[in-house]
């Protein structure tokens, strides 16, 4: 077990160079794995087209229920993407070529289990926390009520940041993947982790706002790319944040290929 007197110190800027090396050796194995969303994009846009309503009067509403598949298929869609990116991040090349490009098997169906259960437990956090102060957030004003809730939020950050090391440990089939163990190997670096998750990709998805403002097809397709960048940037802090911690712990690896 991890010593909790002397925690294991996650290494902030080293973490986020290695990210940035992964993705440049490994470039052409996130190109394939992204290929499920350009696949969704494109068919989603074509119904989508095809979905808006006429201007012919009693045209019929599209159906919710059409909505509600798109809405399964994007999730279907993206767990594949961002599993598959966990994968490139921490495994070795043998096994990363043995992931599939479309795969929706137990490794996913386990990686949005764990998704949607950190996501209700936050939620349950979020909104008791919210009844205790939303009295003073409605008394004050709007940039008081701001700080409050930037205030509120901060400690949900970094309950988020200690819990999204589930996801990578569920990604590559680790034995112990839980919220409880992704809370014990990430004791001593909760706000190391709420950095490289939170703080980083913030700030250049706030770069990415100013600098593509302007509604030019060129910039559009720019913005896509670097939002896409960004994702896997994200994806990456929280894969090797995992796979250091887990490498560095006292505990016997336990992750299958």
């Not at 201007?55 to 298929?73: A, R």
Request: no cysteine; proline share 5%.
């Amino acid at each position: 077990m991890i010593d909790p007197n002397n925690p294991i110190k996650l290494p902030i800027i080293a973490t986020f160079m290695q990210v940035l090396i992964v993705m440049k050796e490994r470039y052409i194995y996130f190109i394939k794995f992204s290929i499920p969303i350009f696949v969704f994009i494109g068919s989603a846009y074509i119904f989508q087209s095809s979905l808006i309503p006429s201007s012919i009067p009693d045209s019929p509403e599209p159906s919710k229920l059409l909505f509600f598949i798109f809405w399964l298929l994007g999730l279907f869609t993206i767990t594949m993407v961002i599993v598959a990116y966990h994968r490139t991040f921490i495994m070795n090349i043998e096994d990363v070529e043995k992931t599939g490009v479309f795969r929706l098997g137990s490794r996913e169906w386990r990686f949005i289990g764990w998704y949607f259960a950190m996501s209700f437990f936050i939620g349950i956090i979020v909104a008791a926390v919210m009844f205790v102060f939303i009295g003073f957030i409605e008394e004050a004003n709007i940039q008081t009520a701001r700080i409050i809730t930037f205030a509120i939020m901060i400690p949900i950050f970094y309950l988020s940041a200690r819990w999204l090391l589930v996801l990578p440990a569920s990604s590559v089939d680790d034995s112990e993947a839980s919220l409880s163990y992704a809370w014990d190997i990430s004791q001593g670096n909760g706000w190391r982790i709420a950095v490289l998750v939170f703080v980083i990709p913030s700030a250049i998805n706030i770069l990415n706002l100013y600098v593509f403002s302007y509604n030019y097809m060129i910039l559009t397709i720019f913005e896509m790319i670097i939002s896409l960048f960004t994702m896997v940037l994200g994806i990456g802090v929280i894969s090797l944040s995992y796979s250091y911690l887990k490498l560095n712990s006292k505990q016997t690896p336990t992750i299958e290929a």
